[in-house]
């Protein structure tokens, strides 16, 4: 029943994106929406992040039911924009999405119906949106498409990680670079002090595209990134690896790329004074 409604409310926040996408209506009107359809979605389908699990070590981390209800709201809207925002180069965000999917089947431990319905549906567009049928027929996904899918991954991982055979940690390295990516531009907007929905070009892919990497290119090494992140965690699901380890290794690939991005951004800077030295 819970699914059923994630799958109803999805389709209201496509509606409303999309007549976003048509006549860019105000930023404060998407996110309204968007807590609106986390909010029916958690009071309809009864459901919170209540056990965050043992993130810090033996004992789970049980939250009130207050903080539960405004944490789950801030994780579903993050993770909406979090795939929103890694819409950037062709094949980024369908890769993700596979990614995604295969950590679903590979934590749940069988391939439901919903899962084959749901990959027939986006296989099309993977396919289209990396122009193997050629340019005529390539297509984008749109910031409406970007946000029902990530409402429905969203709302997939908070139903899978209060199961009781599945550790909450777990699910994060499902969707392990989008999040990655999202906290990483979240983190550097707040720092200059400019709303988080302003635009930029601090996500993972542009420093790749400015290091003069081709947009084939860039997909290649963010999707071999994202791959080492997804194995790294089904790694210590599969091992029952303790969850503390698993998040602090989380917390330690983000502080990495925190750092790598800074000596990307050093060598963009250089690049950009010695080619202005030169005219």
Known sequence: FSFIILILLSLVLLSICLIDDLV???VWVRLFTQISC???FMQLGDVS???LGALLGESEIILNEYIAFIFTIFCIVGVINAFNWIDGIDGFFSSQVLIALIGMIILIGEISIIFLVFLSAILPYILMNLGLFGKKFKVFIGDHGAMMIGFLFAGSFVLLSQEP???PVDTLWCIGLVLLNA???MWKRL???ISIFSSDREHIHHYFLDLGYSSRETLIIVSFFSLIIFAIGI???ILEIAESISFFTAIGIF??????SKSIYKKLKTRQESLQSSK
Do not use: A, M, Q, Y
Request: charged share 15%.
């Open 38 to 40: 986390s909010i029916l």
């Open 165 to 167: 055979e599945i550790r």
């Open 49 to 51: 992040l209540i056990n």
């Open 24 to 26: 860019s209506l105000p």
């Open 191 to 193: 720092v200059k002090g």
């Open 255 to 260: 502080l990495f790329w925190n750092l790598f």
């Open 183 to 185: 906290f990483r531009v």
């Open 235 to 237: 790694t210590f699901s």
